[in-house]
């Protein structure tokens, strides 16, 4: 392919990843193995701090820096290496990275990762290598300043001994169950540590109704909507059997259904 094309004429670029969430620290770590099997990742660190600390050590060529991270973010990572390494971010919200990919400074790459994007992302690294990296510094203060609320795009979630990645334009709806929320889908049903008042300050609202204290729906799974023998408002999903009720609070949301 073209990535493995280019990195035979650039052999020993090193590279660094920082992402916090291991699972897909180790995707994104299987999938440069595979794209470019000639870069050398030689960090691949949780946080911020960790990854300033990588990169004095190996001083790489390339770094992957997820925007949110603890202890730093990938944008305060960047201000400090800018002009000293190339840069891709690595970010769960689409509004972020067309913002620096169009800057044409730095690329992105979006989660869950997926392998055309990554390898598009890297033929243009690979493009960049043999020029001096951009200074970031108008770049990252326009990105600051800019900042749109990000809205989630994926969630972590648990289902027995596994962690799933989940898009949450998948998931139906949310319920919580004490300290834990149930997140289901079409085909399936999934914990998080989130509450439902996390979750609502999370999610687009324009998609995800808070219909009742501990639930919150979908709006694209919505099948119909009918009121019981009770006088009720229920929900009938589209993909789940399970009918929804709304609570008196928040009914306002049905009225002109």
């Avoid at 390898?119 to 990252?140: N, T």
């Avoid at 800019?146 to 001994?161: D, M």
Wanted: glycine letters at 4%; charged letters at 20%.
């Amino acid at each position: 392919m073209a990535a493995d094309r280019l990195a035979r004429v650039q052999p020993g670029v090193t590279a660094l990843i920082a992402e916090d969430e291991p699972v897909l620290r180790e995707q994104l770590q299987a999938l440069l193995a595979t794209l470019w099997p000639r870069l050398n990742v030689v960090a691949a660190v949780s946080n911020g701090v960790e990854a300033l600390a990588m990169y004095d050590q190996h001083q790489p060529q390339v770094m992957f820096l997820d925007i949110q991270m603890p202890g730093l973010t990938g944008l305060q990572v960047a201000q400090q290496v800018g002009g000293r390494c190339h840069v891709v971010f690595l970010t769960a919200y689409d509004a972020y990275a067309v913002a620096a990919f169009e800057q044409g400074a730095v690329d992105y790459v979006l989660k869950p990762y997926d392998d055309a994007r990554l390898g598009a992302s890297l033929r243009r690294v690979q493009e960049r290598l043999g020029a001096a990296p951009p200074p970031l510094d108008a770049l990252l203060q326009d990105l600051a300043a800019a900042r749109p609320k990000p809205y989630l795009t994926w969630i972590k979630a648990s289902r027995g001994a596994e962690v799933d990645l989940i898009m949450v334009g998948d998931v139906c709806y949310f319920r919580s169950d004490t300290k834990y929320t149930s997140v289901f889908t079409e085909s399936r049903e999934a914990l998080i540590r989130a509450s439902i008042k996390e979750l609502t300050a999370e999610l687009d609202p324009s998609r995800f109704w808070q219909i009742h204290r501990s639930t919150i729906v979908n709006v694209e799974a919505i099948a119909s909507v009918t009121r019981n023998m009770a006088g009720a408002t229920v929900l009938k999903l589209k993909a789940r059997p399970e009918r929804l009720t709304v609570s008196e609070a928040h009914r306002k949301l049905f009225k002109h259904m």
